[in-house]
C-alpha cells in the first residue's frame, strides 16, 4: 500500500549538487517521518538525513552535515535531499524511508529500526 518514489539521481562532477526527491503514496503522508540512507559498494546501509512531519527534529550523519539539506513538502507528499559539494565518498545508491508508526519526538530518526517502507533506490555517482 505504501510507496515510495525517488528520482534525482545521477552522474555528476566532483564539486558539484544534486537534488533527490521521494514521492510518497498509500498513507496520511504528514504523520510520518522521513529518512534517507545510501549504500556504497562493499559496504552496508547508513544513515544519511531524517526529518520530522513538521520540518523540525532533523538529523544528518556527520559525514555529511553541512553539505546536505533535507526537507519535505506535505502538500506533494515528497521529501527531498539537496547534496552540495558532492565528493566520490559520496557515491552510492541512495535511499528513502517512512516510519512504520506516526512520528513521535521520542524516535531515534537515525535509526534503520525506525523505518518500514522503503524507495527502490537512485543510484548517485561522482565522476572526477
Known amino acids: 500500500q505504501v510507496q515510495l518514489v525517488e528520482s534525482g539521481g545521477g552522474l555528476v562532477q566532483a564539486g558539484g549538487s544534486l537534488r533527490l526527491s521521494c514521492v510518497a503514496s498509500?498513507?496520511?503522508?504528514?504523520?510520518?517521518?522521513m529518512g534517507w540512507f545510501r549504500q556504497a559498494p562493499g559496504k552496508e546501509r547508513e544513515f544519511v538525513a531524517a526529518i520530522g512531519r513538521n520540518g523540525d527534529s532533523t538529523n544528518y550523519a556527520d559525514s555529511v552535515k553541512g553539505r546536505f539539506t533535507i526537507s519535505r513538502d506535505n502538500a506533494k507528499n515528497t521529501v527531498y535531499l539537496q547534496m552540495n559539494s558532492l565528493s566520490p565518498a559520496d557515491t552510492a545508491v541512495y535511499y528513502c524511508?517512512?516510519?512504520?508508526?506516526?512520528?513521535?519526538?521520542?524516535?531515534?530518526?537515525?535509526?534503520?529500526?525506525?523505518?518500514?517502507?522503503w524507495g527502490q533506490g537512485t543510484q548517485v555517482t561522482l565522476s572526477s
Open positions: 498509500g498513507r496520511t503522508f504528514s504523520w510520518y517521518a
Open positions: 524511508a517512512t516510519t512504520l508508526s506516526p512520528y513521535l519526538t521520542s524516535m531515534d530518526l537515525t535509526s534503520v529500526s525506525q523505518y518500514r517502507y
